[in-house]
């Protein structure tokens, strides 16, 4: 139980154009979604905490109107990067955790790998 | 603020060896530990936790427990196998957040 899934798993874009990253909860209702993102060989960085029908609490240094997030059902949540230059290429991991889950637990999907040419 | 030290990688051994991968934190209070382990291209899976000094979480063949006189939560595994070859995150969540802080991570390479 508790599988998450991201779409897609890699996408190439152009410098100037937006990019949209899906995360879903498959088997559980996700109260709580977070989006990390990971450079190589580094660790990752929290981005922004978001609840369902609220507004992302984004940590700081990370701009809000850059990455955008919705997370309109208890089930998905959307992060955009709007017009994405080649240094947003990264590996965005999205997690959630729900009601039925560990309170201390996140479930991380699989990741999306943002390249930016 | 709290942070997590992990050492170095890659760590590199043969298969059936034993691995120890050192992991210390900071932290205030008494925090959740965790382990988890990213495979090539994949995102993170939770391979264990503890949550209070001494206990011992496990998994997969893989221990570590929670010294909290050394503030450290060193993963162990007795024998590892090719398919265990992955990037190794000690976690920490503390204060009742469910928001870990990562350390650095840790890649192993197990040769056959």
Known sequence: GAVVSQHPS???CKSGTSVKIECRSLDFQATTMFWYRQFPKQSLMLMATSNEGSKATYEQ????????????????????????HP???????????????HTDTQYFGPGTRLTVL | GDSVT????????????????????????????????????????????????DDKGSNKGFEATYRKETTSFHLEKGSVQVSDSAVYFCALASGGSYIPTFGRGTSLIVHP
């Open chain 1, 10 to 12: 890699w996408v190439i």
């Open chain 1, 61 to 84: 240094g990370v701009e809000k109107d850059k990455f955008l997030i919705n997370h309109a059902s208890l089930t998905l949540s959307t992060l955009t990067v709007t017009s994405a």
């Open chain 1, 87 to 101: 240094e947003d290429s990264s590996f965005y991991i999205c997690s959630a955790k729900g009601l039925t889950t």
């Open chain 2, 6 to 53: 992990q050492m170095e990688g890659p760590v590199t051994l043969s298969e059936e060896a034993f691995l120890t991968i050192n992991c210390t934190y900071t932290a205030t209070g008494y925090p959740s530990l965790f382990w988890y382990v990213q495979y090539p291209g994949e995102g993170l899976q939770l391979l264990l936790k503890a949550t209070k000094a």
